[in-house]
């Protein structure tokens, strides 16, 4: 199930740029690639998702390696808001029956912003 | 437009007991998911659920543990005879027909004493 690699931790400054890495080499050609975030004591949050192309949100960036092996989410500029543990997802999109829903989370990475 | 509401939030039991844990999801949606989280570990899905049907369950434990989404009314997670390993954060998510995001609700913690 563990299909994704992240970092455990990371740090930034606020108002500074993060760039938050993911590996999934074995990806496969209908999976997309999901981000949810969990900030203390609350369920996950949707940040973004894509399939080939970056993507951009009002959140958050997503910048896909050419060969879909690796993925990065870019938070622009962190708040101390942004403070959560950063969950990527891969997610068939061949998904149509009793695999809804299931999401294997992982362990992500805990991004800690100091102001 | 109210997101998806789980309650109690806070829950305390002692071995033995049931647990009812409830959830009501976005208006519109009618796929609800249930997922577990125990203490300093990631989310770990359970139960998938439509309207009156269970569509995947693979993650329930065999045992005491049983869920259902009613015609009428939240979805409920019962946890018969809790044992303190069952201590842990049930988070509810909902969603409309197939769609790339889950909404997830806040989380009932359970404490088993």
């Known amino acids: 199930d563990a299909k994704t690699t992240q970092p455990n931790s990371m740090e930034s400054n606020e108002e500074e740029p993060v760039h938050l890495p993911c590996n999934h080499s074995t990806i496969s050609g209908t999976d997309y690639i999901h981000w949810y975030r969990q900030l203390p004591s609350q369920g996950p949050e949707y940040v973004i998702h894509g399939l080939t192309s970056n993507v951009n949100n009002r959140m958050a960036s997503l910048a896909i390696a050419e060969d879909r092996k690796s993925s990065t989410l870019i938070l622009h500029r962190a708040t101390l808001r942004d403070a959560a543990v950063y969950y990527c997802i891969l997610r068939d999109s061949a998904d149509r029956g009793s695999t809804l829903g299931r999401l294997y989370f992982g362990r992500g990475t805990q991004l800690t912003v100091w102001p | 437009n109210a997101g998806v509401m789980q309650n109690p939030r806070h829950l305390v039991r002692r071995r033995g007991q049931e647990a009812r844990l409830r959830c009501s999801p976005m208006k519109g949606h009618s796929h609800v998911y249930w997922y577990r989280q125990l203490p300093e570990e990631g989310l770990k899905f359970m139960v998938y659920l439509q309207k009156e049907n269970i569509i995947d369950e693979s993650g329930m ?53």
Not at chain 2, 66 to 78: T, V
Not at chain 2, 90 to 96: I, L, V
């Open chain 2, 61 to 113: 434990p065999k045992e005491r543990f049983s869920a259902e989404f009613p015609k009428e009314g939240p979805s409920i997670l019962r946890i018969q005879q809790v044992v303190r390993g069952d201590s842990a954060a049930y988070f509810c998510a909902s969603s409309p027909q197939w769609t790339g995001e889950l909404f997830f609700g806040e989380g009932s913690r359970l404490t088993v004493l």
